[in-house]
């Protein structure tokens, strides 16, 4: 497989095919003219797969045809030989290569598409053994495609280039991400510590990377453990002056001062994807947007464990069900899903901005009637940028330019409906204006010119509307009376030869020819027809003449057509360039459209969950009025179960930092969806949106961790306690006074005592040093006692009963630590053998009254901050009595009743009270 580029062992042919003078003197191998030429352009070409045009076929040979036969499950076939060895072959239709492309780049491939760039017949002229030239036209890659059918219409396609800046901790990496399915063009930096977030966010389709940052070692990780597609780049994409160059040329710029103060790294990052685009699509020009500089520290900093953990667009199982995105997703069009995705990714960190976007979904919530006209006209506009992406680069058809028309129309009514509702609010407004700011000509143009029924390729022809353009209906006219000609024709032949089943009829071989029976062939071979009849092939029972009238108008017919599907070209490239010239405005109108769509979708959410709007402040408060778990909440709800609202408040002081609450309770309480739900209210909020909450306070949350103990990680093969340490300790080196910090159960993953000592360790070091507003989960019911200590910190528990000896989870927090830890009673819930269930009470209550005579005389409260843990304390020796009524019981030999009499009878013996 040809994951990561050119690293990747090429498909090249083991024993490279030799050129033509080798050949020629190499008497034993002959390789054909199609073989040399096959072999240079595949060695132009390591590192991928080779689409070479034949026909109507794309063939792929040597390793190519058996990586691609397997990865397809088409059959591998053979075509000639070379050195003696049969060349193994395999093929796919043109007409269907889309598809097959599809799932090659799915498989992480590339494929290089090479086409015929001239007519067989200019080759024939050459002479008898020339081979029509041929061209690689484009490298398909996975953050380079453009085809419907490529792309996940809800998802953008990103390539991200990175460029490194200077050496050592502090360097800065510029970034440039490109979606050339929509032109998006952004530029920003980040510091190598934020830089695995960043590519968390940007979720790339495919990343190139100057080589020396290869070894940057979140890049090296991201390499080795996930199977992004990476593809390192030399030295050419420049730096400096040279990069700066790059991109003027590009976009015939004069200077790149229009674009923001743009760093070293940053230019370089930009030239480089520059340079990437322009080797994988060759002469064809991705209309790109100039590149938006987006400045640092203007998005919530969330890390990819974070984003896995929260399950923000995907479950940890990889599915988009399921997810947060999922389940707020109410969006009617495609670009509308990608923008809603793309602010669930990157929640703002200006209250402004978020305060803007929550006008949009408030004026929305307040319009249900509006609302859902406006969610009834989007749901017909296309995906205008997408189309007007694969116009720019000449791979569109007619359907993309009745996108634009559709989604001319479509902004149209919506615009008209918004400014019918009166004073809109900021974000809304300018949407109704770039929605608006459209010459209504164009839109009329596109009315006249396209049919009502398209077909999918423009070389099919019949998509201008009869009376759009003069010359092309003179040319169709000419067409349609030919075949009229050839009909009238057909009936003098069968008159004037006596021959009534005598037909005109048309082939590839032939073209036009006269065909009748056998027997009346033989009469046209003789006078007085063989002077005008000429024969041209004989089959098992008829005959095949032409004439010389018939040949005439065949060319006279194949010129008709052929002109008028060559004007209807011309037709269709005016419009596009009629389009392209307006991208800018056409851009902003797609976005404007996608903006409404989520502002709406939003909306329609909130009313039909009961969501409240968030008050987003740059204070640190926070403060969550029963707050629910969207996922968790949609989930019971399907099986009729309410999902308890709890609250939450961490609220703190600048200068003195956030509180800190330890959650305590059994397992299956409900504390790992109370600490996510609270970091999703967050999110929700400062992406814009409305929450499920009755009432939510968020001061601006910079960046968001979130993890959990010992989460099994087999597949990047670490040990799942390692990844834990890797994770926590990232969070304590990073986390500062405006983060949220959510652990569960964290420590988990080792012996006790070492996970309870790592634990009060890592809540000291939060609560004294980052000062972050933070959620710990925890099952050390030990931890509560640090609240003795620490002034910023609540202890909080999960209700349960116990409901005839059995537990009862109310999923209700409250304040208090947890007095046991009902291990036993969820293993008994779970169906542990009653046995088993008995043996575990017994040996617990041995277990804690050891414990408690060990700890007697002190409390690990007591120890200093920032000191080494005690020592684990052994279990003490019980006295004698109770030594000799242990001894006396064989466990083997108990009932379970029996065995919780002599539990009863060994706690009186200790002399403490049953509890
Ligand atoms: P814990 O982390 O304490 O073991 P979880 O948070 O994993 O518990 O919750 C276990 C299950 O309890 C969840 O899958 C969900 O079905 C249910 N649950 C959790 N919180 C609530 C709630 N607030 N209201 C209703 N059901 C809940
Ligand atoms: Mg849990």
């Known amino acids: 497989m040809l994951k990561r580029g050119p690293g990747h062992p090429s498909p090249l042919p083991s024993t490279p095919v030799k050129s033509r003078d080798e050949s020629a003197a190499a008497d034993s191998a002959k390789i054909s003219p199609m073989m040399a030429q096959y ?34 499950g088409i059959v ?72 419907e059918l490529l792309l996940d219409p809800v998802r953008a396609n990103s390539l991200l280039a990175i460029a490194g800046g200077g050496q050592g901790p502090e360097r800065v990496f510029g970034l440039a991400c490109v979606d050339i399915s929509t032109g998006t063009f952004i530029v920003a930096s980040a510091p190598e510590a934020s830089l695995e977030a960043e590519i968390a966010r940007i979720d790339p389709a495919e990343i190139v990377v100057p080589e020396a940052l290869l070894a940057v070692p979140c890049l090296e990780r991201l390499a080795r453990e996930t199977n992004r597609p990476i593809t390192p780049l030399g030295r050419e994409a420049g730096e400096g002056e040279s990069a700066a160059r790059r991109i003027k040329d590009y976009f015939g710029l004069a200077t790149l001062e229009g674009l923001g103060a743009l760093s070293g790294a940053e230019t370089a990052a930009a030239a480089a994807a520059i340079l990437y685009i322009e080797r994988t699509q060759f002469s064809a020009r991705p209309a790109l947007s100039l590149p938006t500089r987006e400045a640092r520290d203007t998005r919530m900093e969330i890390d990819a464990a974070t984003r896995a953990n929260l399950e923000l667009t995907r479950t940890l199982a990889g599915a988009r069900d399921g997810s947060l995105l999922a389940a707020i997703d109410k969006t009617v069009t495609a670009p509308g899903g990608r923008l809603l995705a793309e602010r669930l990714a990157a929640p703002l960190t200006a209250p402004k901005e978020i305060e803007d976007r929550l006008d949009a979904v408030a004026f929305f919530a307040n319009e249900p009637f509006l609302r859902k006209e406006i969610r009834a006209c989007l749901k017909a506009a296309p995906d205008i940028s997408r189309a007007l992406s694969r116009l720019a680069l000449n791979r569109g058809g007619p359907r993309d330019l009745a996108a634009v028309r559709d989604g001319l129309e479509a902004a149209k009514a919506a615009a008209a409906m918004l400014t019918g509702a009166g ?30 029924t398209l077909p999918l390729n423009r070389r099919d022809g019949g998509f201008v509307r009869p009376g759009y353009d003069s010359i092309l209906d003179e040319l169709r006219a000419l067409r349609d009376e030919s075949r009229a000609v050839i009909a009238a024709l057909q009936a003098r032949y069968a008159d004037a030869t006596g021959s009534k089943q005598l037909k005109l009829k048309h082939n590839h071989f032939l073209g036009y020819f006269i065909e009748v029976p056998q027997a009346q062939g033989e009469r046209l071979l003789k006078p007085p027809y063989d002077g005008q009849f000429v024969h041209r092939q004989t089959m098992a029972d008829a005959m095949r003449f032409s004439t010389k009238e018939l040949a005439e108008l065949e060319v006279k017919m194949a010129s008709a057509a052929g002109e008028a599907l060559a004007r209807e070209e011309t037709v269709f490239e005016a419009l596009a360039d009629l389009l392209l010239g307006q991208q800018a405005a056409l851009k902003g109108l797609a976005g404007a459209l996608a903006s409404i769509d989520v502002a709406a979708a939003l909306a329609e959410l909130a009313e039909a969950l009961d969501w409240t709007r968030p008050e987003v402040d740059g204070s640190l408060s926070f403060v969550i009025v029963e707050g629910r778990h969207p996922v968790v909440e949609a989930s019971l709800r399907v099986q009729g179960l309410a999902f308890a609202g709890n609250d939450c408040t961490l609220s703190g002081l600048p200068g003195k930092g956030g509180r800190i609450a330890i959650v305590t309770g059994p397992n299956m309480a ?73 652990l569960d159960e964290i420590g988990r993953g080792t ?140 466990p083997d030999g108990l009932s379970p009743r029996a065995a919780l009499e002599a539990l009863y009878q060994l706690k009186q013996l200790r002399g403490k009270p049953i509890i």
């Open 670 to 742: 409900g504390k790992s969806t109370y600490l996510r739900q609270n970091a999703l209210i967050a999110i929700l909020a400062q992406m814009g949106s409305f929450v499920p909450a009755k009432r939510a306070e968020i001061g601006i949350v910079d960046k968001l961790y979130s993890r959990v103990g010992a989460a099994d990680d087999l597949a990047r093969g670490r040990s799942t306690f390692m990844v834990e340490m890797i994770e926590t300790a990232a969070i304590l080196n990073q986390a500062g006074d405006r983060s949220l910090v959510i």
């Open 423 to 452: 004073l809109l609010p900021q974000e809304l407004a300018r949407a109704g204006e770039a929605a608006t700011g459209i010459d209504p000509a164009l839109a009329a143009r596109l009315r006249h010119a396209l049919a009502d």
């Open 39 to 72: 072999s240079a352009i595949k060695g132009e070409n390591p590192g991928s797969l080779l689409f070479y045009r034949m026909g109507d076929f794309y063939e792929l040979f040597f390793d190519d045809a058996e990586i691609a036969a397997r990865a397809l």
């Open 76 to 147: 591998l076939t053979k075509r000639g030989k070379h050195e003696g060895m049969d060349i193994p072959m395999c093929g796919v239709p043109v007409e269907r290569a889309e598809d097959y492309l599809n799932r090659l780049i799915g498989q992480g491939h590339r494929v290089a598409v090479c086409e015929q760039i001239e007519d067989p017949a200019e080759a024939r002229k050459r002479g008898g053994k020339s081979v029509v030239r041929r061209e690689v036209v484009r490298l398909v890659t996975p953050g380079t495609i453009t085809e």
């Open 751 to 890: 012996a006790t005592f070492d996970g309870l000592s790592i634990a009060w360790a890592v809540i000291e070091h939060l609560h004294e040093k980052n000062r972050a507003r933070a959620l710990f989960a925890t099952h050390f019911h030990e931890l509560t006692r640090l609240s003795e200590k620490l002034g910023r910190l609540d202890n909080l528990t999960v209700r349960v009963t116990d409901w005839n000896g059995e537990v009862v989870f109310l999923h209700e927090i409250m304040p208090g630590a947890a007095d046991r830890s009902y291990g036993i009673q969820v293993a008994k819930l779970a169906g542990l053998p009653a046995p088993v269930v008995t043996r575990a009470r017994a040996l617990l209550a041995e277990f804690e009254a050891a414990e408690r005579l060990a700890h007697a005389d002190r409390s690990v409260a007591d120890l200093p901050l920032f000191t080494a843990a005690t020592p684990p304390p052994a279990l003490a020796a019980p006295s004698d009595r109770l030594r000799e009524a242990l001894d006396a019981i064989d």
